[in-house]
């Protein structure tokens, strides 16, 4: 099965078990935040389209909010926690020994960003789950980076969820 088959599939099921949406959120944005994982599973797409199924479908965004935030923010504190153990040889690790540019640049990433570099590295592919990882490999203070990983993982998921909700409000009044 490729990844858009899969993605579909997702979609579909969340469409007929609007239940399952939090449960769903909270898995995809977890592995989306997750090191290594979200090299493997790319699912922002999904979380996107799962934004376009709140309200029409009958999910709630709140539950499907917290529950995404909460994954994301899990995902970025289990990613630090294995910075923190392993420290720079996570870098010849597979499958970053595959990307060996996604350590150095998530180093320099947050060493000129500090704390602002956990909310920036949400919103960019590869950024998401390396800089968490760089910020425990590099040591940034727990309390500060726990502190960002919450707050950001909240916005970064209402982001992901109002531009899927606007964009199938738009496609529900384009096609009849």
């Known amino acids: 099965m490729t990844l858009q088959e899969y993605s579909q599939e997702m979609i579909a099921f969340v469409r007929a078990y609007a239940a399952w949406a939090p449960?769903?959120?909270?898995?995809?944005?977890?592995?989306?935040?997750?090191?290594?994982?979200?090299?493997?599973?790319?699912?922002w797409g999904v979380l996107v389209a799962?934004?376009?199924?709140?309200?029409?479908?009958?999910?709630?965004?709140w539950p499907v909010w917290i529950a995404g935030?909460?994954?994301?923010?899990?995902?970025?504190w289990l990613s630090y926690w294995i910075g923190r153990k392993i420290?720079?040889?996570?870098?010849?690790?597979?499958p970053l020994s595959r990307h060996p540019d996604l350590v150095p640049r998530g180093e320099a990433f947050m060493k000129?960003?500090?704390?602002?570099?956990i909310f920036i590295g949400k919103y960019f592919g590869p950024l998401r789950a390396a800089v968490p990882l760089a910020a425990?490999?590099?040591?940034?203070?727990?309390?500060r980076f726990l502190s960002?990983?919450?707050v950001s993982s909240f916005i970064w998921a209402a982001v992901l969820l109002s531009v899927g909700e606007t964009l199938g409000t738009a496609a529900g009044k384009l096609m009849p």
């Open 69 to 76: 935030s909460l994954g994301a923010a899990l995902g970025d």
């Open 136 to 143: 425990g490999v590099f040591e940034m203070p727990y309390v």
């Open 23 to 43: 449960a769903i959120m909270f898995v995809l944005a977890f592995a989306e935040s997750l090191a290594f994982v979200s090299m493997l599973i790319p699912a």
């Open 50 to 61: 799962i934004g376009a199924l709140v309200g029409p479908n009958g999910i709630s965004f």
């Open 112 to 117: 000129k960003w500090g704390v602002l570099g």
């Open 87 to 94: 420290g720079p040889p996570v870098a010849h690790m597979w």
């Open 148 to 150: 960002a990983a919450f």
